[in-house]
């Protein structure tokens, strides 16, 4: 009896030893294929503010209100044109969240799960209710069939990418039907 019970102790260090030693030698392949750039511990909003070259953005999802969403817990991930695409926007009236909705989505989106979609082709949901591409090609990612994807990088709640074009804004039939509705000539 105690000569069965050390045995099963001592199989079940030996286990334990080998388990441990299997996960720990592992190259953490996986955390690369999946990985974003490395996590820096700052919010999706603390990582825009603190890059000079995306501040036109930061300031107009500080202007949306948008900025209290990508401070909190929920994961996101956001295409910010940088500066010089910013440059050329004009935002009036109920284009603001509009624009801001065209370029952030929810939940993570990387380069491992557009290389493992097919043809290397990922439809996002927009936070507008819309549909983007995110591809791969020659394994840079590109948003919306027209923004490279300059700079990726993992935050805290989500993954910041630095695009240089900004994401045009098209109508589906009932909002052009309402937009029309408006108007007034």
């Avoid at 825009?48 to 929920?74: C, H, I, W």
């Amino acid at each position: 009896m105690m000569t069965t019970n050390i045995k099963r102790n001592l199989s079940i260090l030996i286990a334990g030893c080998i388990m441990s030693a299997v996960t720990s030698c592992q190259e953490h392949e996986w955390d690369n294929y999946y990985g974003y750039g490395g996590e820096t511990g700052l919010t999706l909003m603390q990582a825009m503010e603190s890059d000079p070259n995306l501040s036109m953005f930061a300031s107009t999802v500080r202007k949306s209100g948008f900025d209290k969403y990508l401070s909190s817990s929920q994961s996101f991930t956001v295409f910010a044109p940088d500066n010089n695409a910013m440059a050329a926007l004009d935002i009036k009236g109920d284009t603001l969240q509009r624009f801001i909705y065209n370029h952030i989505c929810r939940y993570t989106h990387t380069i491992g799960d557009v290389m493992e979609a097919d043809d290397s082709l990922l439809r996002i949901k927009m936070l507008n209710g819309k549909y983007q591409n995110l591809t791969a090609i020659n394994g840079n990612l590109v948003f919306g069939d027209i923004a490279a994807v300059n700079n990726t990088t993992g935050t805290s709640n989500g993954v910041l990418n630095t695009v240089g074009s900004i994401i045009p804004f098209y109508n589906n039939i009932y909002e052009e039907i309402k937009r029309d509705g408006q108007q007034t000539d």
